[in-house]
């Protein structure tokens, strides 16, 4: 029988280590890049790309422009949609097939401190728009914070929780696959989803929590974005954990 000799060992310990490292560093970035603040990613910042299943002609993009207006911490005046946009009357004409109704515009964010994402999905449902998706980039770290108004006991907070974890855990097509772990605060009425560190080129759909909220049973009054960490922990603290949702 031939053992490794002592050199040999070290070796493996050092590539086994180096692998595990560099597992690490890919799998959980955030991690490796928790001291780094608001750090935006690509040339046009922060911005939202609203995914309209019904947006076909320029007087539907019209109108949704007109529909984000009074939402604050956007620009929707410099919103972009498409470049091929059909005209209203080109529209009237058009024997397009289903996959043509659907477009996307993209909204710069002005003031992440003023963003309400309940407020924009409002906005666009009192036009009688919906957003299928609301994907959020240029923010590499973050968390959501929803403030509800029933969050009454510790069942509804651990059901909160628990029942997130769930709908991740069942997700199919990629499902909150964004997510890291969630935060239930009973006494502040919040549920915060603290999202994975977010690579360059790549979004996070908002809207997934919004309908994670609506199957949960909770009806969200704000979903803002928030980037700094807590600087202090409540007097009251939560008696849910924060727990990863793997």
Known sequence: MKFATGIQIVIMVVVIAA????????????LWHHEEVIPVSGEK??????WINHLCCSSCLDEVRQALVPAPGIDASNATGPKQLLTHDQADKSTASLPDYGNALQVPITDLEKLDLVGIDKALRDKGLVAARMELEGIEHFRLEAKVAHLCCGMCERGAQERIAFL????????????DSVTV?????????????LQPGKSVDVADFLGALNDVGFAPLSVRVLVHEPTKMSSTPSTAENLPLR
């Open 19 to 30: 692998g595990c490292y560099a597992f690490d560093y890919v799998k959980n970035p955030q």
């Open 45 to 50: 910042g922060p911005h939202l790309t609203l």
């Open 168 to 179: 991740k855990s069942r997700g199919q097509g990629g499902q909150l696959k964004w997510l």
């Open 185 to 197: 605060d009973r006494d502040g009425k919040t549920i915060t989803a603290h999202a994975r560190f």
